[in-house]
């Protein structure tokens, strides 16, 4: 780690900042991991699409499908690939609080810069907010690492933003990425933003977070590698301009991309996200690769419909 335990904090708003991406997990034909595949894209999103940081083996990386091992080698691909290059946020959630701990071990000896532990499922429970202080608490006095808390609606509730402003007192909480309805994350931003970094996973509400509550870190989805190439890179120019104060040339950049994202939602199948993604990867010239059962792969239908959808969509290919 490049930091202690105490300093967590200080580290992660010095240095978390800027756009991170959720890291699709591409396999091969046969399942297992195209770890030359992950080296690839961690090349293109780092040295062609400026990326800053990258969320590992999260939901969009497809770990409720891997091996605890698989997990790891995940973190240490990712470690590896970025080689100083971007920063790292490996996922260590699990229902079994003993998997988070080692996972989080883990990423800590690796190198990884933080981690990432979301909400746990919590069966027959009508209140949650002692047991979820009491989990993340646990976890925190295990490792030094620095955790980004992650509520989001298929825990089955959502964390209160006063829940959250009580654990961002917690020594090595740094961020979270906080799935919910904006006034929650507006009230959690009002609460506790001077102590963790607050951010949320929506790409269309980016920049009015930049612009109007100050947020320096985008925390994070797939849109970064999704709704950009190597030759048009305007999610990247809307956030530095936002950066810079210039608001207008910012929105008018950023509602440039609504036909990118109208194609990329419009042919995404309900029941297939992740085979769609790999797909729209797979057009931009990254490794999408396969999805793990029990995920569904697209038909050659949804892909005409899909590959349509992405060349009439005005994103830059050369």
Same mark, same amino acid.
């Given at each position: 780690?490049?930091?202690?335990?105490?300093?967590?904090?200080?580290?992660?708003? !010095?240095?978390?900042?800027?756009?991170?991406?959720?890291?699709?997990?591409?396999?091969?034909?046969?399942?297992?991991?195209?770890?030359?595949?992950?080296?690839?894209?961690? @090349?293109?999103?780092?040295?062609?699409?400026?990326?800053?940081?990258?969320?590992?083996?999260?939901?969009?990386?497809?770990?409720?499908?891997?091996?605890?091992?698989?997990?790891?080698?995940?973190?240490?691909?990712?470690?590896?690939?970025?080689?100083? /290059?971007?920063?790292?946020?490996?996922?260590?959630?699990?229902?079994?609080?003993?998997?988070?701990?080692?996972?989080?071990?883990?990423?800590?000896?690796?190198?990884?810069?933080?981690?990432?532990?979301?909400?746990?499922?919590?069966?027959?429970?009508?209140?949650?907010?002692?047991?979820?202080?009491?989990?993340?608490?646990?976890?925190?006095?295990?490792?030094?690492?620095? #955790?980004?808390?992650?509520?989001?609606?298929?825990?089955?509730? =959502?964390?209160?933003?006063?829940?959250?402003?009580?654990? +961002?007192?917690?020594?090595?909480?740094?961020?979270?990425?906080?799935?919910?309805? /904006?006034?929650?994350?507006?009230?959690?931003?009002?609460?506790?933003?001077?102590?963790?970094?607050?951010?949320?996973?929506?790409?269309?509400?980016?920049?009015?977070?930049?612009?109007?509550?100050?947020?320096?870190?985008? =925390?994070?989805?797939?849109?970064?590698?999704? #709704?950009?190439?190597?030759?048009? =890179?305007?999610?990247?120019?809307?956030? @530095?301009?936002?950066?810079?104060?210039?608001?207008?040339?910012?929105?008018?950049?950023?509602?440039?991309?609504?036909?990118? /994202?109208?194609?990329?939602?419009?042919?995404?199948?309900?029941?297939?996200?992740?085979?769609?993604?790999?797909?729209? !990867?797979?057009?931009?010239?990254?490794?999408?690769? +396969?999805? /793990?059962?029990?995920? =569904?792969?697209?038909?050659?239908?949804?892909?005409?419909?899909?590959?349509?959808?992405?060349? +009439?969509?005005?994103?830059?290919?050369?």
């Amino acid at each position: 780690m490049k930091y202690t335990k105490k300093d967590a904090k200080a580290y992660s708003r !010095q240095t978390m900042k800027g756009i991170w991406a959720a890291a699709l997990t591409p396999f091969t034909e046969t399942l297992a991991i195209d770890e030359e595949g992950v080296r690839r894209n961690f @090349d293109h999103w780092i040295e062609d699409l400026k990326i800053d940081g990258f969320f590992v083996a999260g939901k969009q990386g497809e770990f409720f499908s891997m091996s605890l091992e698989e997990r790891k080698r995940s973190f240490d691909l990712a470690v590896e690939a970025c080689a100083g /290059r971007a920063q790292t946020i490996m996922s260590c959630s699990d229902q079994n609080m003993d998997v988070v701990i080692d996972l989080a071990r883990h990423a800590q000896k690796a190198g990884a810069d933080y981690i990432v532990v979301h909400a746990p499922i919590l069966h027959f429970f009508k209140e949650q907010d002692e047991t979820l202080y009491n989990y993340y608490r646990t976890i925190a006095d295990k490792v030094d690492i620095g #955790i980004a808390l992650w509520s989001h609606p298929d825990s089955g509730y =959502l964390m209160s933003p006063e829940l959250c402003n009580r654990l +961002a007192d917690i020594e090595n909480v740094v961020a979270i990425k906080y799935s919910v309805p /904006r006034p929650m994350y507006t009230e959690l931003n009002r609460l506790a933003g001077d102590r963790i970094l607050v951010s949320t996973a929506s790409e269309e509400e980016w920049l009015d977070n930049i612009l109007e509550l100050g947020w320096q870190l985008y =925390l994070c989805s797939s849109p970064p590698y999704l #709704i950009q190439s190597k030759h048009d =890179l305007r999610m990247r120019e809307y956030t @530095d301009l936002a950066f810079r104060g210039e608001a207008d040339k910012a929105r008018a950049l950023r509602d440039s991309l609504d036909p990118v /994202r109208a194609a990329l939602k419009g042919t995404r199948p309900a029941e297939k996200p992740h085979a769609h993604q790999k797909y729209w !990867q797979d057009l931009l010239g990254q490794v999408g690769g +396969a999805v /793990r059962p029990p995920m =569904l792969p697209l038909t050659e239908e949804e892909k005409r419909v899909t590959r349509a959808a992405f060349e +009439a969509c005005g994103l830059k290919m050369s």
